[in-house]
């Protein structure tokens, strides 16, 4: 344990020697980031003509000492900068830096500015106050804390230490931002939705189940927002959307985190096909609001967001990216040849497979890591699409898309089933597969039934996953990147 450290007890000591342990009566007035952009490309003698004093507080990342002077580096929120401990300033109160301060001490400083002989922006510390006191060491390389499962399970440590990781959330939060601030433009309204729900529907996942006492039911966690804010729309709210945690119990991979995080909105009186066209203007503002321009780089493969995209089908993207050869694509359309087919690429046939769900397998094995640039996949079967709008053209099939970019599903977008007794047959259905052993499919929920009975506007839905489009647009390889707090094993 940390208490059995050697330098935890000796830092243990410093702070039992002090009479106010963890004071709270310092206030910041600047920050490094405010300090520097002002004054560091001053001349040093307009720098030293400055009589201001300035108070900054933050944690020692490095120290220097000089005997009767020592340099330290402090970082706070905004950036970094220099001090100055100086004996013949701080008088008696310079033993008390050099025997109680350590690297990773939260100080407040109290200074002027100058510049050193190698012209480093510094402040000249005339007083200071130990905050807060850091009981474990900094780790010793701080250029890089490199065991990853440590940098998760100890987020805080990885942000001390690694800044591009702060700097990666902190894109998160302005990449929200931007996202809140485009639907809002859009006449979006921004609602929330229940998280424990008595039936977990929405999407075809494995839910989390848990228990309220005091109503003797049980909950799940909710798998997707899409049914409670379908009754939205029911009752009158045109452009409904959700910025929402996710919660589905199923396996962790760099592309699956347990609990995720999706932007689901919904569009009375519109298509799956206007949706594309959104979601591509969407994508488009982000990446050149952001990078000024529509072309951005991840993971060394240049990723061109300017519309519009590529389409293609789920037999075309099969036929296209397939490596067994397929004579003709309509071929596609016979479930023995799918069968046959989808041994050949390694996945595991029973014979109880409905057609859609194998063609879907298949597209998913042979064509999915293939998609790199933005591509819309559109035509699913009906039976892994058991809330989207039939296909006027081929009632097997319905209207919607995924988005994929770089192999991965980014969003997931149909035009809505607002037919109730359509509606009932297809969870109908889902419960047969569920009675199969199928533990994804939907459940029947007879309260949205009854909503659909009020009558649901022509409508068109989407989902977009918030942390694979972070992972795009921080160019960070798994989704652990980009959750401050990802699940783990217990240690």
Not at 167 to 179: A, G, N, P, Y
Request: aromatic share 12%; glycine share 4%; proline share 4%.
């Amino acid at each position: 344990m940390y208490s059995d450290n050697q330098l935890f007890r000796q830092r243990l000591d410093k702070l039992n020697l002090l009479d106010d342990k963890f004071p709270n009566d310092f206030k910041p007035e600047s920050s490094s980031e405010e300090i520097m952009t002002k004054y560091s490309e001053l001349p040093k003698e307009e720098v030293e003509k400055i009589s201001k004093e300035f108070k900054i507080a933050g944690r020692i990342i490095n120290m220097r000492d000089f005997g009767k002077a020592s340099f330290a580096l402090i970082r706070d929120f905004k950036g970094e900068i220099q001090l100055y401990f100086y004996q013949k300033v701080l008088k008696d109160k310079f033993d008390f830096f050099k025997d109680k301060i350590d690297i990773g001490d939260i100080v407040g400083v109290v200074g002027t500015l100058f510049k050193t002989k190698t012209g480093e922006l510094t402040i000249l510390v005339n007083d200071f106050k130990l905050l807060t006191k850091s009981l474990l060491p900094m780790p010793e390389k701080w250029h890089g804390l490199t065991d990853k499962e440590k940098r998760y399970r100890q987020r805080y440590l990885d942000l001390i230490i690694n800044r591009d990781v702060r700097d990666v959330f902190l894109m998160r939060s302005k990449i929200l931002k931007l996202i809140r601030e485009f639907f809002d433009r859009n006449s979006f309204v921004e609602v929330e939705t229940p998280m424990m729900q008595p039936l977990a529907g929405g999407a075809t996942a494995k839910p989390f189940e848990t228990y309220h006492n005091a109503l003797d039911m049980k909950l799940f966690l909710r798998i997707a927002p899409e049914l409670y804010l379908k009754r939205l729309v029911v009752g009158g709210f045109d452009r409904v959307y959700e910025i929402n945690r996710n919660f589905r119990n199923e396996g962790i991979s760099i592309q699956h985190n347990p609990e995720f995080t999706m932007i689901e909105f919904y569009m009375a009186y519109a298509t799956y096909l206007d949706l594309m066209s959104f979601t591509e203007e969407l994508f488009n503002y982000l990446v050149t609001t952001i990078f000024n321009k529509s072309k951005i780089t991840y993971l060394d493969t240049e990723i061109d967001f300017a519309p519009p995209w590529d389409h293609l089908t789920v037999k075309e993207a099969i036929f296209k990216y397939s490596d067994e050869p397929i004579n003709k694509e309509a071929d596609l359309d016979d479930i023995n040849f799918l069968q046959k087919y989808a041994k050949k690429v390694g996945i595991e046939v029973k014979g109880n497979e409905t057609y859609g769900k194998l063609l879907t397998e298949i597209f998913e094995t042979v064509a999915e890591k293939k998609l790199i640039q933005p591509t819309f996949i559109t035509q699913f079967p009906i039976d892994v699409s058991p809330l989207a709008r039939k296909s006027s053209n081929n009632p097997e099939f319905v209207d919607r898309f995924e988005l994929y970019i770089y192999g991965r599903e980014i969003a997931n977008a149909f035009s809505e089933l607002n037919d109730p007794l359509d509606q009932k047959d297809r969870f109908l259905n889902q419960l047969k597969e569920k009675e199969k052993g199928d533990e994804e499919a939907h459940s029947m929920d007879e309260d949205y039934i009854r909503a659909l009975c009020y009558g649901l506007p022509p409508t068109a839905g989407e989902g977009i996953g918030i942390d694979r489009l972070v992972m795009l647009l921080t160019n960070q390889p798994s989704i652990r990147d980009v959750i401050l707090f990802p699940h783990m094993r217990v240690e």
